[in-house]
């Protein structure tokens, strides 16, 4: 009996913890402006090299995801800060825990990216739509300062002509090119 009311209980949370994520899950998709796509493993060495980043820098992640780029930036160089904008819960929480360890160099925030603080900013990464990058650009013109390294991945601003096109091994459809600007 007693046996019984225990795996009862524990299927109980079980089903809570799985509707609780789903109920997250559907709520982030029906608020962000491009879906939760991490990049591809394969493109992190290639997104840190192309980003070139120095100890002073400051790097946000617009769109941050589970915060795989940024613990990757972290990883790559002891005195580097990261900021990312992640508005889905779900993942917003999964790049909290892998980020926990760096909490002294690294901030997550729960904001519309179209509402980031970019003035200090040195590097920004995107892997965000045509139709976000079309709405960042006068965003980053008026608010960028001058020489701030963009890369994006896979997509392009629609008037700004990158300085470099990195082609990334890949399979299937995703993170083939990156796109590096300088603002
Ligand atoms: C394609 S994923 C990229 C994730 C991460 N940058 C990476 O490369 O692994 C885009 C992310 O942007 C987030 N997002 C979309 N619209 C947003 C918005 N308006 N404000 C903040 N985050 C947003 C989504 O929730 C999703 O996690």
Known sequence: MIFLLMLLII????LCIVLVTMTLSVYGWLITSAPFVPVKNHALKYIIDAL???????????????????LAALESNPHVHVRGYEIGPVPRMLSLFRLR?????SKIYNRDLFKAELSDVTH????????VL???E???????????RVVTCDFTFPNKKPIS????????????????YIW
């Open 101 to 105: 360890k760096y909490r002294h160099r």
């Open 52 to 70: 070139e980043l120095q100890d002073t820098s400051v790097l946000c992640d617009l769109g941050s995801g589970e915060g795989k780029v940024l």
């Open 124 to 131: 920004i990464f995107l892997y965000l739509y045509p139709s």
């Open 138 to 148: 006068p965003i980053f013109d008026s608010q960028l300062h001058q020489g701030v």
């Open 134 to 136: 079309q709405k960042l």
């Open 11 to 14: 299927l109980l949370i079980f």
């Open 165 to 180: 096109v990195i082609d990334m091994p890949h399979q299937g459809k995703l993170a083939k090119k990156l796109y590096v």
